[in-house]
């Protein structure tokens, strides 16, 4: 499977005993953007979370959790976080304003039925791709930082939101463009 598009979120760990937890890599595995004359619309399916593995400073280690761990991680994120069941799809719409090669969006995030506006965000060309990179507080969406051991290892109220896309094109001249990916 091609390695773009894609879309990657990374989750901190905190608390006393953060150090026996991880940060993770988690990506999805099916979803659809558009570009239509200057809007972009983004629908993610929430079911299709996965755990890519830990990650070690900036690195990925794919690796270093157990099949078992990874497991019980996507049938928590699907289940009581994003709580797929019932909203399985999030989706994100923006304006795109290109700037020469680079470009600016600005939108809105709908994530469990709610959606709230987001901070303007950079798309930068690198090599083969556009990338977009976001951050996102999970709590203004009404999610509550996932705690274990008692409280003593949770998860940040912060998720970095990582997007790529093939960049065979160039920001200013793009009428219309679809971008898919399906496990």
Request: aromatic share 6%; charged share 30%; net charge neutral.
């Amino acid at each position: 499977m091609s390695e773009l598009p894609c879309l990657r979120l990374f989750v901190f760990k905190e608390g006393l005993l953060s150090r026996l937890g991880h940060d993770l890599r988690l990506s999805l595995d099916a979803f659809e953007i558009t570009l239509e004359t200057g809007t972009l619309v983004g629908r993610f399916n929430t079911t299709s979370i996965r755990v890519d593995g830990a990650m070690k400073g900036d690195s990925l280690d794919p690796d270093g959790l157990s099949a078992k761990d990874r497991a019980k991680i996507e049938k928590t994120v699907r289940g009581e976080v994003l709580r797929a069941n019932k909203f399985p799809e999030a989706v994100f719409e923006a304006n795109l304003e290109p700037r020469g090669d680079t470009g600016e969006l600005r939108g809105s995030l709908t994530l469990l039925g709610r959606r709230r506006a987001l901070d303007p965000i950079q798309v930068i060309p690198m090599a083969d791709r556009f990338v977009a990179k976001l951050t996102i507080e999970p709590t203004r969406w009404g999610i509550k930082p996932y705690r274990g051991l008692a409280g003593a290892l949770k998860i940040q109220d912060r998720i970095d939101i990582e997007i790529a896309i093939e960049a065979d094109f160039a920001l200013d001249s793009i009428e219309a463009r679809r971008w898919a990916r399906q496990p």
